[in-house]
């Protein structure tokens, strides 16, 4: 149920980054759900594959090399996505990385974790 909450979560803040960034393209709510599943499914599969070989990185840099393999993701989206989602350059998925990352993180202890 949460991997779903956080599929439609992530499809709102496409909508909503897409609004507010002119180099970020989506073409309806269908496409950022279609879109948030696909980062999904490379979360599960890519990721780990991406953060093994970039360990040492990673660890030189405390952890925040992890939000560059984030903006890579969403680079993959944008290209399994075709069209209907687009972002201009890597500068732009830094930034969105970013700020998932930050929306995600007060999303799950503001609404997810005091529900338990």
Known sequence: MR????????????????GYFEGFYVSGFGAALAASLVLS???????PILILFTLPITILTLGLFLLVINALT?????????SSFEIDGFGLAFLTAIIMSIVNI???KAVIEPRK
């Open 3 to 18: 991997w779903l909450i956080g599929i439609v979560i992530n499809g709102i803040l496409f909508i909503a980054l897409a």
């Open 41 to 47: 499914i490379l979360n599960i599969l890519v990721r």
């Open 74 to 82: 969403l680079l993959m989206t944008d290209a399994l996505m075709g």
């Open 106 to 108: 007060i999303i799950q």
